[in-house]
């Protein structure tokens, strides 16, 4: 297929070395792709490494924000795609992201996410309207100061793509419960920062709220009992939130 525009692919990684070969084939339409890894342990840099079109920075990490600004800084081209190597950019995907580039109407593109968990697609549980924005014209786009959960911040009019994308955050529990610890942290620094100390009332209604509003009002429930175990694991990591908050006021690790 003629490619109709030059388009920068961008990631950020830690220990990816399980997807980064799926993740680079899987963007075949992309002239260069930059990737700033956090200095993995595993085989992520020799991997990526191996492609000529992937130049690999290393840098240390210190929040998603910095981290993928960075990333931004490095792209040679206006248009870039900056997906995460848990999820499946589709051939389908991939050509309508080339089709609407030969022609945008928009600066910034969302695309909506299919949420897999255990083997199972989540249909409910708040995440039935995920929708992240993962192509954008880097000149008039740039992430905010978010230590964690970070937004893009678009400076004109941004549009929807048609075709979904498989998103597969759930390798091992232990993997996916330490990544909700880590931003866990993350999200302490933050209220830290804003001068935030923690309270019994978050201590007690905010995890509760959590668990109830995301099982029963976003209807969790209807996932079976991986909607009930996403629903207790985002509980306990807002009542972690504030336990790390807490520790911070306290001078403790």
């Known amino acids: 297929m003629e490619i109709p525009v030059k388009i920068t692919a961008l990631a950020i990684t830690l220990n990816e070395a399980s997807h980064v070969d799926s993740y680079i084939k899987s963007l075949w339409f992309a002239e260069e792709i930059i990737i700033v890894d956090s200095f993995s342990s595993d085989d992520t840099v020799a991997l990526a490494s191996k492609y000529e079109k992937v130049t690999v920075y290393q840098r240390t990490f210190d929040n998603f924000s910095a ?42 593109y969302f695309v909506k996410r299919d949420f897999w968990f255990m083997g199972k697609r989540i249909k409910y549980s708040g995440l039935q309207n995920d929708a992240v924005v993962r192509v954008f014209n880097k000149e008039h786009c740039n992430y905010n100061s978010n230590l964690v959960h970070e ?55 905010r995890p509760f709220y959590r668990f109830w509003n995301q099982y029963l009002l976003q209807l969790g429930i209807l996932d079976g009992k991986e909607g009930f175990i996403l629903a207790y694991v985002s509980a306990f990591s807002v009542f972690k939130r504030y336990v790390n908050l807490w520790l911070l006021y306290r001078k403790i690790d």
């Not at 999820?87 to 928009?106: H, R």
């Not at 498989?166 to 880590?182: C, E, G, L, N």
């Open 67 to 108: 981290q993928k600004n960075f990333a931004l800084s490095k792209a040679k081209n206006h248009w870039v795609t900056f997906f995460d190597l848990d999820e499946e950019v589709t051939d389908q995907l991939s050509e309508e992201i080339l089709k609407t580039l030969k022609d945008p109407k928009a600066i910034a």
């Open 151 to 205: 937004t893009l911040e678009t400076r004109g009019k941004t549009n929807t793509f048609k075709e979904h994308l498989p998103h597969y955050t759930y390798t091992s529990f232990d993997d996916y419960t330490a990544k909700m610890h880590a931003y866990s942290a993350l999200q302490a620094r933050m209220l830290y920062a804003k001068k935030k100390r923690p309270t019994l009332f978050h201590f007690l209604f």
